[in-house]
């Protein structure tokens, strides 16, 4: 294929063939794993036209349902920014689904035992959230900017660390467990907050209903968005991701900058944690996190990096995240329903980790 | 096609025929084109059994395309290649390799995070015999007293002992013919006087036939036995080093003078050439260096006590053959290169070094040697490149304003007549003539006190390049004080009102334009006092 030859030759025809292969490779992917999930679940002894079926009605069929989705997005879109914002600085923070489940037993923390009005402790609880997010990835940004530990590798590890941690705390009763009641044995999870302490909700179940924590997703999102495209400190932002030496030369802190970014998408990631937390939850336990980190990542890799992109991506994963937990109520196993939601978000992610990996590529085969 | 059986011809060859019988190599009217740009134009290259044979020039005077050509990586337009008097194509690397021609690379081909012995079966077929190439490497090393570890990892190595690997590389073939591109270059002096050691060690016990490339003169009088001197593509002398002596190859390699008379009335700095004396004696100084040293990360020295100065309205030329600290200079003035010692002073008052920012703060404006790699975005609009260093001009304390974004890219896209569809085409459509014009632009439009211009015409074509000649001129007479990095001789005694000359990263001589003394200048850029 000549387009794996780069070249001054090819540089104008290489936009036309880009062009049209984009939505190919999109419709090839989702072709792919469409077949494969309908294979699998065959295979189970379940009719394909059902789960479809089951995976819209959960989603997107009725009041209740569209607001399940809305809620599903709404933590992914928020983690999502974050990891906009460090990739627009060429900084790779992988490390969400940690930062995420920091950020939420530090919010239940707050929610739970600091004392004050509920809006206040909510709030503080949301702010305190987001703090503890970015904390969990300073301490690769410092490692990073001190001592050039790569970034990827520390905020990946330190995922585990965080999960353990709050594990750790879980099943402390002086510490984040839930209080003993009489006869019951106690489980690995905090109590739930108090009501003054949660995100309103507008609406009722069986309803039309849903949490109030979309609006601070929308709000991040737009702000990040106009920052990005318009103030100087998006401009400097994509200078040090684009090219590092001429924005030194230019007077940007890599170190302030870049690992502010890092700090920030650290934050977003605890946000979204805090805003799980208060908007629907109400407790944090081991599996809090459910995958919410690494998905929100992903709808950054397939949004490619734009913010306002991403508000579609993180629906359609909403979308399949509501889906396929109706879907499992309807007597599909749990594990296929996961298969299946996974094959959909690999067709989903594909086309754009590949022009991801070809982009990287594309300068060692230049040199 | 038969090939003949590699090895042997040239060897025995050698052997048997008393010198200047039988050229152990020779290139016949060689011509290369690329484009409208000869680089060798009718060569011929004559080379004896035996002897260490220099190829002397200074940058594009066509040396490494005519080795190219001996190697199989350039194929000639016209002309014949003989090897032991018998005729070869050499149409590939492997061709080379298999008639016994090794070369080693000024830039090492080198894998650092594989061991030694790894790199030097890197490339070969069949199985890996892990004992056999350690014993090899040893037997090479110990043969030629070119002592490395056989286990080491090349990233550990220092820049002589990579060396060392890359000639064992070679050496372990047997090549009837070596070459070696500017292998000093990376080296400290004793480092080099042991190079040279082990190349006569070579061609004593095996016959082997070695080129070896190098623009330093002392290496070429203390090294080999005749040499070639190239210039503008073509072979301007032949010498035996015994009877030359170091002015004789200055005064050939660089050449009458230059046609400098008539490309400077061309772009109007006639009058500059005429008053270069006064102007360099009067105005301020602006910039001066005293004493910066810097090292590299692998302890290599950059900068070894540099000094200089630069007056208010004065072009200094830093001439020099590239490598001798002149990007290091550039980097040091572009903030990207902190210092061992010495100090940098702006306007009177000193400017810390290696802190983001801070040159360009103090009013020096760099036109970068690789404008890609610091001197601009490719992948922003040509307006964001207008701005990447004075962004506050055209925004309030939060927002870009894209209003004065684009106005401030209009008027100077207009002033500076860059050719552009719109300003905000991306940088990296642009012609290599106009995104030098835009860092120009940028870089002028923060009122420098200094302008630094490393390379500025570099790879550019002849309209760009008068274009920029003038546009630097023209910033001197405004008075701003001009530091030329160059390594186009030309160029600089084009522009300059003064010439310094830089060699081992410190300023080892220096002249006015007027008392500019071709064979002086030509000595010192090969690295002797004069």
Known sequence: ?367 | MSMPPSTEHARSAGTAAPAAAVPSVELRRITKRFGSVVACDDVSLSVRPGEIHGLLGQNGAGKSTLMKILTGLVVPDSGEIMMAGRHVEVNDPQTATALGIAMVHQHFSLVGRMRVWENAVLGELGRVDRDHARRVVNEVGERYGLAVNPDAYVDDLSTGERQRVELIKCLRRRPGLLILDEPTSVLTLAESRELFSVLRRVTTDENTTVILISHKLDEILHATDRVTIMRGGAVVARRDTAGTDARDLARAMVGREPATWTAASAVGSMDALVQGGRAATEGDVRLRLTDVRATARDGRPLLSGLSLHVRAGEILGIAGVEGNGQAALGDLLSSLLDLDGGTVEVGGSAVPTGEPGAMHRAGVGVVPEDRHASGCVLDMSVAENLVLTDLDQVSGSVLVSPRKLRERAARLIEEFDIAVPSPDTPMRLLSGGNQQKVVLARELAARPTVLVAAQPTRGLDVGATEYMTERIHQAARDGIAVLLISTELEEILTLAHRVAVIHRGAIVGEMTRADVDLERLGLMMGGRAA
């Open chain 1, 1 to 367: 294929m000549t387009l794996t030859r780069p070249g001054a030759r090819h540089a104008d025809r290489a936009p036309v063939r880009s062009r049209l292969r984009t939505p190919l490779l999109y419709a090839v992917s989702f072709a792919v794993a469409l077949a494969l999930a309908a294979a699998l679940v065959t295979v189970g002894g379940h009719s394909m036209a059902d789960a479809l079926l089951a995976l819209y009605q959960g989603s997107l069929d009725g009041g209740a349902s569209i607001g399940q989705t809305i809620d599903e997005t709404t933590p992914l879109l928020i983690v999502a920014i974050g990891a906009i914002v460090s990739a627009r600085a060429g900084i790779f923070n992988i490390g969400q689904e940690g930062q995420l489940i920091v950020g939420a037993a530090a919010g239940a923390a707050i929610g739970l035992f600091v004392p004050g009005p509920g809006w206040l402790v909510g709030a503080l609880a949301l702010l305190g959230a987001a703090l503890a997010g970015a904390l969990w990835a300073g301490i690769p940004a410092v490692l990073y900017y001190w001592r050039g530990v790569d970034v990827v590798v520390a905020t990946l590890l330190m995922v585990f660390v965080a999960m353990q941690l709050v594990s750790f705390a879980v099943n402390r009763d002086y510490l984040l467990q839930e209080t003993a009641v009489e006869g019951q044995i106690l489980s690995p999870q905090s109590d739930l907050l108090p009501e003054g302490v949660r995100l309103p909700r507008l609406g009722e179940y069986p309803d039309f209903n849903l949490g109030t924590g979309f609006v601070i997703a929308l709000a991040v999102t737009g702000v990040v968005a106009y920052l990005l495209r318009h103030g100087k400190w998006g401009f400097r932002l994509r200078m040090l991701g684009l090219n590092p030496v001429a924005a030194r030369r230019a007077g940007v802190r890599a170190a302030a900058l870049g690992g502010g970014a890092l700090l920030l998408s650290g934050g977003a990631a605890g946000l979204a944690g805090g805003v799980m937390l208060t908007g629907g939850v109400y407790r944090i336990q081991a599996g809090f996190a459910d995958n919410v980190g690494w998905e929100g990542l992903l709808v950054a890799l397939v949004a490619r990096n734009h913010p306002l992109v991403a508000i579609p991506v993180a629906l359609f994963f909403g979308v399949l995240r509501a889906g396929g937990g109706f879907l499992a109520s309807t007597g599909v196993p749990r594990y296929l329903v996961s298969v299946v939601t996974a094959l959909l978000v690999l067709a989903a992610a594909f086309p754009a980790a590949y022009a991801e990996l070809r982009k990287r590529r594309r300068p060692a085969v230049e040199a």
